[in-house]
């Protein structure tokens, strides 16, 4: 029987030289034969199939040398064996393995700073996971990625030792011992070069610095090469706005402490001169419309040089260009220095280049969300001329749908059609539903429990449905809410809501009378403009008196005169504008909203209306001015009196600071609970600022405010010198548990009997 072996050990060097080797030593040859059989020895974990699949030939091939060594390579190349041999014995080949050990467990001792999760991760990114084969270059590979993890953290003198303990089954478990060590720290910025700002004007710039009493929340202290390359962009936009054309940064130097505890970051800059704008000239192709383009300039003729402006003018004369069509429109703005006078003028030349349309528009990463529900943002649509203002709009569109992270459009030239281009909008899809169970805590209301299921994206429909629970003391709400935000292909909305709410007084006891409100309503949203939307609805409510102590005589009185229990069928007409940058922590912009309810049928005639505006204005980058304004008022129809169970409150968060929740109104003659009243007038004014050493996160903020505002009874006349008036600061934080909202007011304009409250915070809602 003749008997031959080839063998290769894991080295693909090794396999290469075999496999060579095979072609010229006669002794390792093997003469062609027809493969009779084909056996596999040596498996424990892996399928024959794998074996089989891999090899390139079949029972009923014939087999050569160079068929061995490609089989050889085909199966190394699947990563799992260490070793393989092929044996011949007759006609029949025998592929004898051995498999690698597989990786039965991953642990980590001496993890702190990390979650398990995340560094399991990391680990599955490099191939070393549970389950795979164990290989010791990769466990090698898997330790740099966790120092490396750790050194993003700026924990650099953490230690990982990997130790890899055999068990059965050929099976290894892998431990990864972790010495993490404390975090660098900075322990000096130092600025070299700067004459003109001190190095305290320049450091303020920066996100890093030597650290604060907040550095334990900021972290504004340890040194990231990302943040540092950060800091020297707005270093350098910094001087590029204020004439230093010539500004350059010569070096960066990062020097660590031999116990890799501290670090030291030295920045040398050349200021340059100052320059000033001179003037500014169009030249090139402008459509023959310069005077249009003219109008776009933002770079200002006596003005100190300003980058900002100068980028801000060449996208707008790109963007305006791309309005008409021309998607590849190139605009330079070239300087003209004059170092002798210290003046820079600037040419802007323009190259339209071609006109183009839009062949066809392309969705990716959707992988939940329906096409449809793209789509139907978009303004510019397919086979028509590219417009760079339908564009942006839809892109603005998609993203403000609040199903994704991250939306982007490119432009794609097609090769041969120089006036076609394909639209890309590659989207990045979050989670839309969620499920929350927890306690919201007021300085008024103590624990209320909360529950609900929300899908903003039901099903990738666009759809949103909402099953909401709260368990307040004081305010108790049931609801169920369904939007359609296409009911119709234009784009109006359809809203269903079916909720059962019930209230008591701020300031009575749990036998305090209350009142239910039951029904369900039906309403309709009209797109006018980007920004305005039209609502248009209906009610059918039930209100329910509950007697029990306390009851004021005008509940009593009124559910004599109408019953404990009335209906009403209250139409709604509303309008909302929302030019707001964000609706979390907006800093620029406008948020108005106008609604007014009219019962027109039911034992209750009223009507209602309620008008709200707000205004954020931008100081700088980190400050923002806001003011905002509520008015509200009801009258009762048909001769009947307005009821009061829709009365507008005042006082507390959301409205007059300082004094106790709905305590600025009218009250009970006989019981002294606070009624609240038909009429409504309050205006708030904050000054925001990011929080002291939390640099510029906008999630954890500072503000200054001065609140004035009261309710008025049905025959009062709104008088201002009765409004109160409070000033005081707070902090607005959006933490893991929800937004919080905490205030220290102090009441400026007061009368006696008004309930002062200076100390007011809640968690689970926002102002």
Request: proline letters at 4%; one cysteine or more; aromatic letters at 12%.
């Amino acid at each position: 029987m003749n008997f031959s072996t080839v063998r290769a050990r894991m080295n693909p060097a090794a396999l290469t030289l075999l496999a060579s080797a095979m072609a010229c030593l006669p002794s390792w040859a093997v003469d062609p034969f027809t493969v009779r059989d084909i056996r596999v020895e040596g498996l424990q974990r892996i399928e024959p199939g794998t074996v089989f699949a891999s090899l390139p030939f079949r029972v009923g091939d014939q087999y050569t040398d160079d068929k061995g060594a490609s089989g050889i390579r085909a199966l190394f190349a699947l990563g799992l064996f260490k070793d393989v041999r092929l044996e011949t014995q007759g006609d029949v080949l025998v592929v004898v393995v051995e498999e690698r050990p597989s990786v039965a467990a991953v642990e980590f001792i001496g993890l702190k700073e990390f979650d398990k999760d995340v560094l399991s991760k990391a680990l599955k990114e490099v191939g070393l996971a549970e389950g795979r084969p164990y290989d010791k270059a990769l466990a090698d590979k898997a330790e740099q990625e966790l120092k490396r993890q750790y050194i993003s953290r700026s924990l650099y003198a953490a230690e990982v030792v990997t130790t890899a303990t055999p068990i059965d089954r050929n099976r290894v478990n892998l431990t990864f011992t972790i010495t993490e060590g404390g975090p660098a720290k900075i322990a000096k910025i130092e600025l070299v070069g700067n004459k003109t700002f001190s190095t305290d004007t320049l450091r303020d710039q920066f996100n890093l610095d030597t650290g604060g009493w907040m550095s334990w929340y900021t972290k504004s202290n340890r040194y990231s090469r990302t943040k540092l390359n950060g800091d020297l962009e707005a270093l350098r936009s910094y001087y590029l706005s204020r004439g230093f054309l010539e500004f350059r940064i010569e070096s960066t130097q990062v020097a660590m402490s031999p116990d890799k505890q501290e670090m030291a970051i030295t920045i040398n800059v050349t200021e340059g001169e100052r320059f000033v704008v001179s003037g500014v000239k169009l030249e090139g192709n402008y459509l023959d419309k310069e005077d249009e383009f003219k109008s776009l300039v933002k770079i200002v003729s006596g003005q100190p040089y300003n980058a900002e402006t100068v980028a801000e003018t060449t996208k707008a004369f790109t963007d305006y260009f791309g309005k008409f069509g021309f998607a590849f429109a190139r605009v330079d703005a070239k300087p003209i220095i004059d170092r002798q006078n210290n003046r820079v003028q600037f040419v802007l030349q323009a190259e339209p280049s071609r006109r183009a349309y839009v062949r066809r528009i392309l969705v990716a990463g959707n992988n939940r969300t329906r096409d449809e529900v793209i789509r139907r943002e978009f303004r510019q649509l397919e086979s028509a001329w590219y417009d760079g203002d339908k564009i942006n709009l839809s892109r603005d569109r998609v993203n403000r749908l609040g199903y994704f992270t991250d939306v982007n459009v490119d432009t794609q030239e097609i090769s041969g059609a120089p006036d076609q281009v394909d639209l890309l909008f590659s989207v990045t899809e979050k989670p839309t539903g969620s499920i929350s169970l927890g306690a919201g805590f007021s300085s008024t209301e103590k624990i209320a429990l909360t529950f609900g299921i929300q899908q903003e994206n039901a099903f990738g429909s666009g759809n949103y449905l909402a099953l909401q629970v709260n368990t307040s003391k004081y305010n108790r709400n049931y609801v169920v809410s369904t939007t359609d935000p296409y009911f119709t292909q234009n784009g109006i909305s359809r809203s269903f809501d079916l909720f059962h709410r019930t209230t008591r007084p701020y300031l009575g006891d749990l036998n305090s009378y209350s009142l239910v409100n039951s029904g369900l309503g039906l309403r309709f949203g009209v797109p006018i403009t980007e920004t305005d939307r039209v609502f248009v609805g209906a009610n059918l409510e039930q209100t329910q008196i509950v007697a029990g102590t306390n009851l004021p005589t005008e509940y009593a009185n009124y559910a004599l005169k109408f019953g404990s229990k009335s209906t009403a069928i209250p139409l709604t007409l509303g309008w909302a504008h929302d030019a707001r940058d964000s609706a979390l922590v907006p800093t620029k912009g406008s948020l108005q909203s106008f609604t007014a309810d009219v019962s027109v049928a039911g034992d209750v005639r009223y009507a209602r209306t309620n008008y709200k505006y707000q205004q954020y204005i931008p100081l700088s980058k980190k400050y923002t001015f806001a003011f905002n304004t509520d008015l509200g008022w009801g009258q009762g129809l048909n001769g009947q009196d307005y009821p009061l169970f829709k009365n507008f409150y005042v006082g507390g968060l959301g409205s007059v600071r300082g004094f106790e929740q709905s305590t600025l109104g009218p009250k009970s003659s006989t019981t002294g609970i606070y009624l609240g009243g038909p009429k409504k007038v309050v205006f708030n004014a904050e000054f925001i600022t990011p929080f002291p050493g939390a640099g510029n996160d906008k999630t954890l903020r500072m503000f200054a405010f001065t609140d004035v505002g009261k309710a008025f009874g049905q025959d009062e006349k709104v008088s201002f010198g009765e409004l109160r008036a409070s000033a005081g600061i707070g902090l607005s934080w959006i933490s893991p548990m929800g937004p919080l909202r905490f205030s220290y007011g102090v009441p400026i304009r007061q009368q006696t009997g008004d309930r002062i409250q200076k100390l007011q915070f809640q968690i689970g809602t926002s102002f």
